[in-house]
């Protein structure tokens, strides 16, 4: 069935390092992926987003890594800052249907000072 | 920056009354959608709406549940008779098109039900 999944629930890191978050899909018809973050009380805001017909994408400090042949997503995130602290999750979706997304269960982020 | 808006914050209800969850979708967005989060769990899709229907939902919204955009702003969600297990955050969320551009996310109704 469809799935969205994270391999760790909890990353912590010191600041200034640099963060990855993981994430692995099942759905190979999923061609569209999207990292969202959440801070405690927030809705889900967008963070970067990536098409199946790249591999790589980069924001700002963000960068995004797509592997289609193991069904794995990344969320790189450069110089993490204590602001960066939340729950990270990643999204799937097929261009084809209404829009629904698939959520994974979500990353928490503890950055430490 | 435009972004989408919900009402209430927060709502706290008896079981088995109705609620009416608000939300204005940011202005030219044509697709509109509500997703629930249980406490501690994941992001859980609920319906998807364009053109005044209902696009798609899932096992989750069930008879209790509707959709509507009773004028050019709005969209709502009711659910007619809450249970227990009705309880979560509840997120808006609109894009311009569907599948392939980003969905914005409002902040969510937290519904607590008693």
């Known amino acids: 069935g469809e799935s969205v999944g994270l391999h760790l629930p909890t990353l912590s890191v010191q600041e200034g390092d640099n963060s990855i978050i993981n994430c692995a899909y099942s759905n190979s018809a999923s061609d569209y992926f999207i990292w969202y973050k959440q801070e405690s009380g927030k809705g889900p805001q967008f963070i970067i987003d990536i098409r199946s017909n790249m591999d790589k994408r980069q924001g700002q400090r963000v960068t995004v890594l797509l592997n289609k042949t193991v069904k794995h997503l990344s969320l790189q995130i450069a110089a993490t800052q204590p602001g960066d602290s939340a729950v990270y999750f990643c999204a799937e979706n097929t261009l084809s249907n209404t829009g629904k997304l698939i959520f994974g269960q979500g990353t928490t982020l503890q950055v430490k000072p | 920056e435009p972004e989408v808006t919900q009402t209430p914050s927060h709502q706290v209800t008896q079981m088995g009354q109705e609620v009416i969850l608000r939300c204005v979708p940011i202005s030219n967005h044509l697709y509109f959608y509500w997703y629930r989060q249980i406490l501690g769990q994941k992001v859980e899709f609920l319906v998807s709406?364009?053109?005044?229907?209902?696009?798609?939902k899932s096992e989750i919204f069930d008879d209790q549940f509707s959709v509507e955009r009773p004028d050019g702003s709005n969209f709502t969600l009711k659910i007619r008779s809450t249970k227990l297990e009705d309880s979560a955050m509840y997120f808006c969320?609109?894009?311009?098109?569907?599948?392939?551009?980003?969905?914005?996310f409002g902040p969510g109704t937290r519904l607590l039900v008693l």
């Open positions: 969320a609109s894009s311009d098109v569907t599948g392939g551009e980003t969905q914005y």
């Open positions: 709406f364009y053109n005044n229907e209902i696009s798609e």
